[in-house]
C-alpha cells in the first residue's frame, strides 16, 4: 500500500551543514503538512501546504527553516546552518482535503546535529 | 492559541485490563476536533479515534472509547481488554474547525503493558 513516506529515515549533520528532508505523501492528497517532534514532547506544526500553496508557515522557528512543494506533490523541507537544537524527528503528513480530519503521518526523519 | 495537557507522562496496565488516558485542553473555540493519535516504536502516527466537539455522543472503535467533557474540556482514552501491542505513546490532539488545520498535540503518555 502506498502511505506517506519520508527519506532519509535517519540523518546526521554537523553543525553548520545544510539538510534537506524529503515527504512524499499519498497520491493525491492535496494538503501536506510538516511537524518537528523533539526528544519527548508531541509534535508541533511546522508548515502546511494546500497543493503547492504554501498556506501558513507560523510554525517555522526561524527563516533557516525553508518548505517547498513546487509541484503539488512531493515536498522537501530544508534547514540551512543546523544548530544542535535542531534535532528532532520531523514527521510529515497528508490529508486528501482540508475539510477532512485523519491526517495520515509517514514515519518521520530522525536529524541529529552534532 | 489552544493548549493540551497530558499529565501522566507514564501509564502501566495488565493485559486484558482497562486503562484509561487523561487529556485536557484549552480553547475559546466551541467547534473543533479532537483526537488519540498512537506512536510506537517505529514513530508512525496512527489514529485511534476522533470526537467532534458537536458531537453529546462519545466516540468508540472497537476497544477504544473516548469520555468527552467538553464543559470540563476533559477528553480522555479508555483502553478495554489491554493487548500487548497497545503499548505505545499517546497523543492527545486538537484541531480547529475554522482556523487553521493543524494539529495541536499534547505530550504524550507512555503507555506499556505488562503480560
Known amino acids: 500500500g502506498a502511505g506517506v513516506s519520508q527519506s532519509p529515515r535517519y540523518k546526521v549533520a554537523k553543525r553548520g551543514q545544510d539538510v534537506a528532508l524529503r515527504c512524499d505523501p499519498i497520491?493525491?492528497?492535496?494538503?501536506l503538512f510538516w511537524y518537528q517532534q523533539a526528544l519527548g514532547q508531541g509534535p508541533e506544526f511546522l508548515t502546511y501546504?494546500?497543493?503547492?500553496?504554501?498556506?501558513?508557515k507560523s510554525g517555522l522557528p526561524s527563516d533557516r527553516f525553508f518548505a517547498e512543494r513546487p509541484e503539488g506533490s512531493v515536498s522537501t523541507l530544508k534547514i540551512q546552518r543546523t544548530q544542535q537544537e535542531d534535532s528532532a524527528v520531523y514527521l510529515c503528513?497528508?490529508?486528501?482535503?482540508?475539510?477532512?480530519?485523519?491526517?495520515?503521518f509517514g514515519p518521520g526523519t530522525r536529524l541529529t546535529v552534532l | 492559541a489552544q493548549t493540551v495537557t497530558q499529565s501522566q507522562p507514564e501509564m502501566s496496565v495488565q493485559e486484558a485490563e482497562t486503562v484509561t488516558l487523561s487529556c485536557t485542553y484549552d480553547?475559546?473555540?466551541?467547534?473543533?476536533?479532537l483526537f488519540w493519535y498512537k506512536q510506537p516504536p517505529s514513530r508512525q502516527m496512527i489514529l485511534v479515534i476522533r470526537?467532534?466537539?458537536?458531537?453529546?455522543q462519545n466516540a468508540t472503535e472497537n476497544r477504544f472509547s473516548v469520555n468527552f467533557q467538553k464543559a470540563a474540556k476533559s477528553f480522555s482514552l479508555k483502553i478495554s481488554d489491554s493487548q500487548l501491542g497497545d503499548a505505545a505513546m499517546y497523543f492527545c490532539?486538537?484541531?480547529?474547525?475554522?482556523?487553521?488545520?493543524?494539529?495541536?498535540f499534547g505530550k504524550g503518555t507512555s503507555l506499556l503493558v505488562t503480560p
Open positions: 503528513a497528508s490529508i486528501p482535503r482540508l475539510a477532512l480530519y485523519e491526517q495520515f
Open positions: 497520491s493525491g492528497h492535496v494538503s
Open positions: 501546504f494546500q497543493n503547492e500553496a504554501q498556506l501558513d
Open positions: 480553547t475559546s473555540e466551541s467547534d473543533y476536533y
Open positions: 470526537q467532534e466537539a458537536y458531537k453529546q
Open positions: 490532539a486538537y484541531r480547529s474547525a475554522n482556523s487553521g488545520y493543524a494539529l495541536n
